[in-house]
């Protein structure tokens, strides 16, 4: 039988301020570019695995500072997406990719499908049952729930430049990203850019938050400028305000 994790190593969620009074849950699924002992380093080297296509870059450090301005809970992925993507559903070849953007990752060539059941089994269902059971507890105490995801992407794809600092993605509820797109404060914000539905981007919030008719968002801010502390503070903080007001407008609507 395959495993994945030693038993030293972490769960693959992380809860940070459990308690937050925040109606918002943030989530972070590619959050770490860690990668468990059994599996080496997919045949990367140490600099390959501090690139973009072993995590989102800056995301998690922004992803907290937002967690304590908001008092907000936030759930963390502790493993690298290259080991599972934990934003893709299993049958998916990005769940496990064996080529990001221009790298190839030898350690996901050619999985067995026990090989990707033990990723799955090990990394990605933790992580979501750890998600489902949150908001199933905000549920049963009737609490105001909107969930937002918090990702960052390369400035420059496959040689194309990307004109954007930040984008709000959607699919199935569009509430919360048109709000955020009309109140925030830079004319480089997009709506489903640098991705959309079509990508498969949005898997994790159509499996946990559409079902359960919670308002949800996919934020996406461009890495470059949430590499270092004062560009991570700064975003979290020019995201509060929207959020917040957002936050307010969709529960009065939900009022009337």
């Not at 918002?24 to 860690?34: D, M, T």
């Not at 072993?54 to 995301?59: P, V």
């Not at 498969?200 to 470059?224: S, Y």
Request: charged share 25%.
């Amino acid at each position: 039988m395959i495993k994945i994790l030693q038993d030293d190593e972490p769960h693959p969620a992380e809860v940070v301020n459990s308690g937050g009074m925040s109606p918002y849950v943030l989530i972070c699924e590619h959050a770490s570019n860690r990668i468990p002992r059994n599996l080496g380093t997919l045949g990367l080297s140490d600099e390959d695995l501090q690139r973009h296509i072993a995590w989102d870059i800056g995301a998690e450090a922004t992803a907290r500072i937002l967690s304590k301005i908001l008092d907000a809970p936030l759930i963390l992925q502790r493993y690298s997406r290259l080991v599972y993507d934990c934003n893709r559903p299993p049958e998916a070849d990005s769940a496990f990719p064996d080529e990001s953007e221009i790298y190839q990752i030898p350690g996901n060539r050619n999985l067995t499908p026990s090989a990707r059941l033990a990723r799955t089994r090990e990394i990605a269902r933790p992580f979501h049952a750890t998600i489902e059971a949150f908001l199933d507890q905000r549920a049963v105490e009737r609490r105001q729930t909107l969930v937002a995801s918090i990702h960052s992407f390369t400035p420059v794809y496959k040689g194309k430049e990307r004109q954007l600092d930040v984008g709000f993605l959607f699919d199935r509820d569009a509430a919360l990203a048109n709000f955020l797109i009309k109140v925030f404060p830079t004319e480089k914000a997009r709506l489903n850019e640098p991705y959309g539905p079509k990508d498969g981007v949005l898997h994790l919030l159509n499996f946990h938050a559409a079902p359960r008719g919670l308002r949800h968002v996919m934020i996406e801010i461009r890495n470059d400028l949430i590499t270092e502390h004062a560009g991570q503070n700064a975003w979290a903080n020019y995201l509060v305000v929207p959020l917040a007001q957002a936050a307010i407008k969709l529960a009065s609507q939900a009022r009337s």
